[in-house]
C-alpha cells in the first residue's frame, strides 16, 4: 500500500490572502473550498485558485510541512513550499539515477560473463574440428526495404518548453499540469532540467518564461 500520497498545497483566497492545507485528493480538496464545503477560513473568501503543491509523502510528513509553512509570513510561504519540492525532486531524481547505474553494472556485468563464456566454446571448437572446405552457394542480392520516414513524436521536454514559450506572462507549474496532463513532480523534473540548460527563466515566484 502506497502511503506516500499526501500532498501539501497552497491556495490564493478572493481577498489575496493565502491558506496552507494537506489533502490526499486534491481535486476535491478544492471543489470543497469553492462550494464552501471546506475549511471555515474559505469559506468566506471564495473563489481559491491553487498556486503551489508540494510532491506526495505521507500524511505525517505533509503535517510537519504544514505547520513549518503556516508558522511564516505570507510572501515566504509559496518560496518555502517551492523550495521543499525543489529539494524533494532533486533528492528522488537521485535516487533513480543510482538505481539505473546499479541496474545498468549488472547488465555490463553479464555480458563480459557471456562474451567471455562465448569465447571459450570458440578455442575449443576450433581445436577438434576437422578441416574441411564448404561449398558456398551463390544467393541473390537481398532487395532492400523502402524507407518510410517516421515523424518523431515531441518529447514532454518539448511539450513542456512550447507551452512555456507561447505564455508572453508566463506559466506555473498548476498550469503545465493542467495542460499536458503530466504529474507534478515530471513538471517540477523537466523545469528544473531547462531551467539549469537556459531554455527557461523564472519570471516571478513559481512563473516561468522562455529564456
Not at 500500500?1 to 490564493?12: I, P, T
Not at 494537506?22 to 481535486?27: F, M, Q, S, Y
Not at 503535517?63 to 508558522?71: A, G, M, P, S, T
Not at 526495404?145 to 513542456?160: E, G, H, L, N, R
Request: net charge positive; aromatic share 4%.
Amino acid at each position: 500500500m502506497n502511503k506516500k500520497k499526501w500532498v501539501v498545497y497552497l491556495v490564493r483566497c478572493s481577498d489575496k490572502s493565502l491558506y496552507c492545507g494537506i489533502t490526499n485528493n486534491l481535486k476535491n480538496r478544492l471543489f470543497e473550498h469553492n462550494s464552501g464545503k471546506g475549511a471555515k477560513y474559505t469559506r468566506s473568501r471564495r473563489p481559491v485558485k491553487l498556486v503551489g503543491i508540494s510532491s506526495e509523502m505521507t500524511k505525517s510528513e505533509a503535517f510537519k510541512l504544514e505547520y513549518r509553512i503556516k508558522q511564516l509570513p505570507a510572501n515566504k510561504k509559496l518560496s518555502k513550499l517551492l523550495r521543499e519540492e525543489n529539494e524533494m525532486t532533486i533528492k528522488q531524481d537521485l535516487q533513480a539515477l543510482n538505481k539505473e547505474i546499479q541496474a545498468l553494472g549488472k547488465t555490463i556485468d553479464k555480458l563480459i560473463a557471456a562474451v567471455e563464456k562465448g569465447e571459450t566454446t570458440k578455442i575449443a571448437k576450433k581445436i577438434t574440428a576437422k578441416p574441411t572446405k564448404a561449398k558456398t552457394a551463390k544467393r541473390p542480392p537481398a532487395r532492400k526495404a523502402p524507407v518510410t520516414k517516421k515523424t518523431a513524436q515531441p518529447t514532454a521536454t518539448d511539450q513542456v518548453l512550447k507551452i512555456i514559450k507561447r505564455s508572453r506572462k508566463g506559466v506555473n507549474a498548476a498550469t503545465l499540469m493542467t495542460k499536458t496532463g503530466f504529474d507534478q513532480r515530471k513538471i517540477w523534473s523537466i523545469i528544473n532540467r531547462a531551467s539549469k540548460a537556459g531554455k527557461i527563466k523564472r519570471a516571478g515566484k513559481g512563473i516561468y518564461i522562455g529564456a
